[in-house]
């Protein structure tokens, strides 16, 4: 699945050094419970994308609230504040064939250059997003030049805030439709058809 978490403008500029630093060690923590496990990520200023497997949908709301409050405290650690992180709901997006896996791990590496472009102000192409799971990525046309150009480095090289993915879909069918160049540009936003789900 597709999930979308945005905060509130408090506690906004998630990508922030010590902000980053804080959400990353909070996804390692959360990153496989309850029968949830987070593939991929984003990070942005003010929303979060995560690409998840969820054994059903109770494991899906359960490994997102989770994380939710893992990251939540940690950012409120950071900001020496109290009260709530994120809005109240959350979307989601069941991605069902191969080629729609393809195109979120798309968006979702591409993500700082879609916004960065949309400012007038383009994150460089041909660059990985350091703030997302980009630099663990195992599906680059580019291996060698991906690792060479993230930016900004990960906090941690060594232990990857991610779990391993078990559904086929995740593990291999989409590269049937070819792996993901660090040139391409930014996907469109895939359409977000089911209902906000409360965190």
Known sequence: MHVTLRVLRIAARLRGSRRFRAIWRALRAGRERFGFRLIHFSVQSDHLHLVVEAENRRSLTRGVQGLSVRIARALNRVAGRRGRVFADRYHS??????????????????????????????????????????????????????????????PDNHDPPTAVAKTFLLRRAWRRHGLVSIHEAPARTPILTEPPRRV
């Open 93 to 154: 997006r069941t991605l069902r064939t191969a080629k729609a896996v393809r195109t979120v791990l798309r968006y979702v590496f591409a993500n700082k250059r879609r916004h960065d472009a949309k400012r007038g102000a383009p994150f460089p192409a041909g660059f990985v997003d350091g703030c997302s799971s980009a630099p663990f990525f195992d599906g680059w046309r580019e291996p060698e030049q991906a690792r060479a150009c993230i930016i900004p480095r990960p």
